[in-house]
């Protein structure tokens, strides 16, 4: 059974993620857990340092303003829906599991 796990940017989302990635692992040990998350948040070295697959997603949290760069970060969350989008479709996992943060939106888009 493969189960992706997403989320990050700081560790109150990461630490309950990875609690239900070793209670996965405890009760299926053939279980494949992948966890999406961004390269430069949090989530990359504790994932890392549990042992789990880690994919990274290009994305950018949304700006409480009007400005360029909120427009931008909009555009940029659309695309990471896409590309998450055409990800699952391809890996199939049978779960998806968001844990929070702006990272987790565009696989939890994708995964309705």
């Not at 994932?47 to 909120?70: E, H, M, N, P, W």
Request: proline content about 4%; hydrophobic content about 55%; overall charge positive.
């Amino acid at each position: 059974m493969k189960v992706i796990i997403c989320g990050g940017g700081t560790a109150g989302h990461v630490y309950p993620g990875l609690a239900l990635a070793e209670a996965l692992r405890a009760a299926a040990p053939a279980v494949e857990i992948t966890w999406i998350g961004t390269a430069q948040g949090i989530e990359a070295e504790l994932v890392a340092d549990a042992g789990y697959k880690f994919k990274t997603i290009k994305v950018i949290g949304l700006q409480r303003s009007l400005s360029l760069k909120s427009l931008k970060s909009i555009a940029q969350m659309g695309l990471a829906a896409l590309r998450a989008w055409v990800w699952l479709r391809k890996n199939k996992p049978a779960v998806v599991v968001g844990m929070g943060g702006y990272v987790s939106l565009p696989f939890m888009l994708a995964a309705r």
